[in-house]
């Protein structure tokens, strides 16, 4: 009976130390050789709005008054802009979320052991392929690409960690604060000769993190029309002056 204890505890040991080596492990690759396409880019800055837990099914959906949820948005969906659904894999936090768009991979699952805070391996982006990349929002999420990028081109402006309240009643000022500050950068850029110069060259990234939207779905509820219809109208509001950045 000893024996066989012993033999059981071995193998179940060794069923346990299995799923660590191959779930826990690294699926991505290095030392490979960069690929560029020669085809032209369609267009020479990208801006990147990321509107954290914004599901795709307030788009779809009608309320029970059969009213779409996110009226501006969804008329930019059906009526000037092409539009498609990004799927990721669980867990479905703003992390692995992030990492999907911008990197372009699953979640590492070996990052589980580090919260989903920190690069347990370094990993290619847009950002660090760009040439600069401006970005504003939490600083739960910006600095993780700041990190893995090679050089001094991807700038982060990051709001306090406090500021981040999940019982917050109004947590659209994270979002005001966004598009306040990217207003202010581009103010300043109408003095500033050598940012004037960088904003002007090829292949630069904007990303505004838009994390009240989530902060309201915790404080709110998900189903709430109170947070898609606040999120996209300081979305809305603030368009019409991103238009004129190209400017």
Same mark, same amino acid.
């Given at each position: ?111 589980? #052991? !580090? /919260?989903?805070?920190?690069?347990? =391996? ?6 660090? *392929? $760009?040439?600069?990349?401006? %970005? ?9 690409? #700041? !990190? /893995?990028?090679?050089?001094?081109? =991807? ?6 960690? *406090? $500021?981040?309240?999940?019982? %917050? ?79």
């Amino acid at each position: 009976m000893l024996l066989f204890f012993i033999v059981g505890l071995i193998i179940h040991l060794i069923f346990f130390a299995s799923i660590f080596d191959i779930y826990f492990t690294s699926p991505l690759v290095h030392g490979m050789t960069p690929q560029h396409t020669r085809l032209p880019p369609p267009a020479k800055r990208l801006v990147l709005f990321v509107a954290d837990g914004l599901r795709a099914d307030t788009f779809f959906e009608l309320d029970e008054h059969g009213l779409p949820r996110a009226p501006y948005l969804r008329n930019i969906i059906q009526t000037k802009g092409s539009w498609g659904v990004s799927h990721t894999r669980v867990p479905t936090e703003s992390r692995p979320g992030h990492v999907a768009l911008i990197a372009g991979f699953y979640e590492d699952v070996s990052a589980v #052991a !580090k /919260g989903w805070k920190e690069n347990p =391996v370094e990993f290619d982006s847009v950002f660090n *392929e $760009s040439t600069y990349t401006w %970005s504003w929002g939490s600083p739960d999420i910006l600095p993780m690409f #700041a !990190k /893995g990028a090679s050089g001094d081109h =991807v700038f982060t402006h990051c709001y306090l960690a *406090e $500021s981040e309240d999940f019982a %917050s009643e109004d947590a659209a000022k994270l979002d005001a604060w966004v598009f306040d500050h990217v207003k202010s950068f581009f103010r300043s850029a109408q003095s500033d000769q050598t940012l004037l110069h960088k904003l002007n060259d090829d292949k630069v990234v904007f990303f505004l993190h838009l994390l009240g939207l989530d902060t309201n779905g915790h404080a709110h509820r998900p189903g709430s029309r109170y947070v898609p219809s606040m999120c996209t109208w300081i979305l809305a509001s603030n368009l019409e002056k991103i238009s004129q950045w190209k400017h």
